[in-house]
């Protein structure tokens, strides 16, 4: 758990902290998703695949209330995802996304991940955590070829792959070497 001082959205010095999801959180986490959706700005989940995935979760929440989320989802031996980054729209430029970003870095550090991989909209504020806009192929042919045979959409995305551009028109991927 990460206790981060940020502001809130009065200007007043709020706590935040950021803690592992439990499932207890899956239907809010799918609360702060809708909205993104409908905006197609992301991609829905299924309550099943949140559920699935809640190990991957961080939740970020400031006196009780679920403010924002983001998950790591591990691809490859030393390469994750960081994805289904969110933050609650009055929570924005307050500092949430960034104390999420560090905790999933950190977790990532903990697994020995030292590649991260992001999809995004939002280019400024990955550049400003040490992300870099990558080309086509940032993995040797070998993994890549391991990779093909994940069923993991985000995985898809990574690998760049023909299917998946209607879903990611628009978006930057991403890469940081922690």
């Not at 009065?10 to 935040?16: N, Q």
């Not at 949140?50 to 591990?74: D, K, M, R, S």
């Not at 192929?137 to 990779?147: E, F, K």
Request: with cysteine; glycine share 8%; hydrophobic share 45%.
């Amino acid at each position: 758990m990460t206790l981060r001082q940020a502001q809130d959205p009065a200007g007043e010095h709020a706590r935040v902290t950021v803690r592992a999801a439990t499932t207890a959180d899956i239907r809010g986490i799918q609360s702060l998703l809708e909205p993104l959706v409908q905006r197609r700005i992301l991609l829905g989940k299924d309550l099943a695949v949140l559920y699935g995935a809640v190990q991957e979760f961080v939740v970020a929440e400031n006196e009780g209330q679920l403010i924002g989320c983001g998950a790591l989802h591990v691809m490859w031996e030393d390469i994750a995802e960081i994805r289904t980054l969110i933050v609650r729209d009055d929570w924005l430029h307050h500092g949430v996304g960034r104390a999420i970003v560090e905790d999933l870095e950190a977790r990532a550090r903990d697994l020995g991940v030292r590649r991260l991989f992001c999809l995004t909209f939002e280019v400024d504020f990955f550049s400003r955590r040490g992300f870099a806009p990558i080309g086509e192929q940032i993995v040797d042919a070998d993994v890549y070829s391991q990779l093909l045979r994940s069923p993991d959409e985000g995985v898809a995305e990574f690998l760049d792959l023909a299917h998946v551009k209607p879903n990611t028109l628009g978006n930057t991927r991403m890469l940081k070497h922690l």
